[in-house]
């Protein structure tokens, strides 16, 4: 047997090892390749903007009244002012028809004030602000009512009208109704534009919402400097009218 047959001989088990592991490596990769395309589908998806606005009358106004005492000589002198004073507004809102769960005090300060003279600084006397949110009801039967209380509080020593922010008690009702009516927009676009690209649409994969206009998200307000002391006033004219609850609702869909 010559040198080369011996040579041959030997090499033809390791060729065919390689041989047998590049097969079974291949046959790994293609595997591992099926397996993840079968797992790891591709997701193509669209999404759509619906909107859905709802119309609706405010039944709540929120009024938020204050009472500014300017520089008392001493601060137990400032605070009583603005107490007596708050007492007196209170008892007046109570007579107008407010419940006592419907005030709710939101701000109360003493602060001392300073006059500047030649660039001294003197001590001028104390400060004293409370202001209180008054919730009314039922504005939707008697909308002359939120003019009611402007009035009476004024007359009874308010000198801050501070806002007037309308509100309207079934909210989340009206707004899951917006809901409702943004996702079916959606879906009508959605379609539309499915058939214009000549695709199918498969299920909805998620959804996300934004809202655009809500009590709470863009109130109406009726704001006022510093008025008098009270006791002139005459009850305004403060028409709300409709208002809008506007959602807008992002849907995705998995295109087929």
């Not at 119309?55 to 137990?76: F, L, W």
């Not at 959606?186 to 690209?197: E, I, P």
């Amino acid at each position: 047997m010559d040198k080369n047959q011996v040579c041959c001989g030997h090499q033809t088990p390791k060729i065919i090892l390689m041989i047998i592991g590049m097969v079974l490596l291949a046959g790994i990769v293609t595997i591992a390749i099926l397996r993840h395309r079968i797992v790891n589908q591709p997701q193509y998806q669209v999404s759509v903007v619906g909107q859905g606005k709802i119309s609706y009358q405010p039944d709540v106004a929120n009024i938020t009244v204050g009472i500014q005492i300017d520089k008392m000589a001493k601060a137990d002198e400032a605070l009583k002012q603005l107490n007596d004073k708050m007492n007196g507004i209170v008892n007046a809102l109570k007579a107008a028809g407010i419940k006592d769960e419907d005030l709710k005090t939101q701000n109360y300060s003493l602060f001392p004030q300073y006059d500047y003279i030649n660039n001294v600084s003197t001590s001028s006397g104390y400060s004293a602000n409370e202001q209180l949110i008054v919730k009314v009801n039922n504005i939707k039967t008697d909308p002359s009512l939120v003019g009611k209380v402007v009035e009476a509080a004024s007359k009874a020593g308010a000198n801050q009208i501070v806002g007037i922010s309308y509100d309207v008690s079934n909210l989340e009702e009206l707004k899951q109704q917006a809901r409702i009516k943004g996702i079916s927009d959606a879906k009508t676009k959605a379609s539309v534009l499915a058939r214009a690209a000549s695709v199918r649409l498969g299920d909805i994969v998620g959804w996300w919402e934004n809202v655009i206009q809500a009590p709470g998200v863009n109130s109406t307000y009726y704001d006022s400097a510093k008025g008098g002391m009270g006791g002139g006033a005459v009850a305004p004219s403060l028409p709300n009218g409709n208002q809008d609850i506007i959602i807008e609702i992002n849907v995705s869909y998995r295109i087929k």
